[in-house]
């Protein structure tokens, strides 16, 4: 604690040491608000991972094509408001049902919880469902484009 006062008028002095104190950087607010997707009848964690690998592909492809991403704790159809200002958020469910495992994420607009897409897919593999976060990406990437091209202002 002693050493971080001691730097503290050292911190204050290169803040400043232009004459002018720095500026704070801002950065725009994320398009889309995503949060860890939810799981169903998970045997041995076997859908947590592959929901989660499902998830950082969808943030990953969507990050790649220039797509703000915002991450929550939770969202839910109840609470998309929590996402603002991002306008879109993608809500996911993954299920394991008669030896398959399925997946679904929603694309949802943040404002009107409306569902604007819905993506599916099922597989014997966990992990192959796991694939339809970069799937998704691609898809929801070009939407946003769309509707960045229509609204600019937004």
């Known amino acids: 604690m002693k ?84 306008r879109w958020a993608v809500l996911g469910h993954l299920s394991r049902e008669q030896g398959q495992f399925r997946a679904e994420l929603r694309l949802m607009e943040v404002e009107s919880a409306e569902e604007i897409r819905s993506y599916f897919n099922a597989d014997k593999d966990p992990m192959g469902i796991a694939d339809l976060g970069a799937a998704a990406a691609a898809r929801i990437a070009t939407y946003v484009h769309e509707q960045r091209a229509q609204s600019p202002g937004q």
């Open 3 to 86: 050493s971080l006062l001691i730097l503290a008028p050292a911190l204050v002095s290169l803040a400043t040491v232009s004459g002018e104190p720095l500026r704070h950087v801002v950065t725009p607010p994320a398009d889309l608000a995503v949060a860890p997707f939810t799981v169903e009848h998970d045997s041995g964690a076997v859908l947590r991972a592959s929901a989660d690998t499902c998830l950082e592909r969808l943030v990953e492809g969507l990050t790649t094509k220039g797509i703000a991403v915002a991450r929550h704790r939770q969202l839910s159809e109840k609470d998309l408001r929590s996402a603002r200002p991002a």
